[in-house]
């Protein structure tokens, strides 16, 4: 089994952006929204984009902002993938990959099973769990009840296609519990922040080797002989 791929996310500085590549990262997240603790002014975005450029997946995380301004936003700083954490509709999602040719992640924030089966309706390309704490769309540090994430293999594949929609596993994920996260989820990535973080968007260098580390820890597990010699 291979492990899932791993977003760092709040991404503020180059030499962040540097390690998370370095450690394979797949995404690397830049929150857009303004009034986040994590927040990079666009031109800023646009500096850390360039210096990713084809090495990542470069990601701008969006609350409830106008279509023009997501268009805009993903123009000038170069992203690759947009995220949404507000209550952006389908049509919303739909019309913003339209429009930038970025592919989209739509976020959930878990209360219940009821909030994943809602993302049903999102034909994205990628769908994202979060956990939810009232009137805050992310970012928390706080975890979720991981068991309510097996109502997402329920969701049918969208219309012609024959896979469902990849889940992201996010919230209050860290080096100490990402791998029970994993086990519990089988996610197609991991989406860390806080989790490795010395304070909001100022990463913690050794924090987020020790993620990587657990999160490729996970296929060597899953690969290794049983008691009787076979594979696990």
Known sequence: MKAPKIKFCGITREQDAELAVSLDAWAVGMIMWPHSPRAVPLDRAAGLAALLK???????VFVNQTLDEVT????AAGLTMLQFHGDEGPVFCSE????????VIRAARVHSA???QALAAYHTDFHLLDSYRPGVPGGTGETFAWDLAA??????PPKGK???VPLILSGGLTPANVAGAIAAVK???VDVASGVESA???????KMRAFAAAVAATAAEADAPDEVGHAA
């Open 54 to 60: 084809r090495r990542a997946e470069i990601v701008g």
């Open 72 to 75: 805009g936003i993903a123009d």
């Open 96 to 103: 913003a990959a339209r429009r930038t040719g970025c592919k």
């Open 114 to 116: 009821a909030d994943i």
């Open 151 to 156: 109502s997402h293999r329920r969701i049918a």
């Open 162 to 164: 024959g896979q469902r």
């Open 187 to 189: 996610p197609f990535a």
């Open 200 to 206: 909001p968007g100022y990463k913690d260098g050794e």
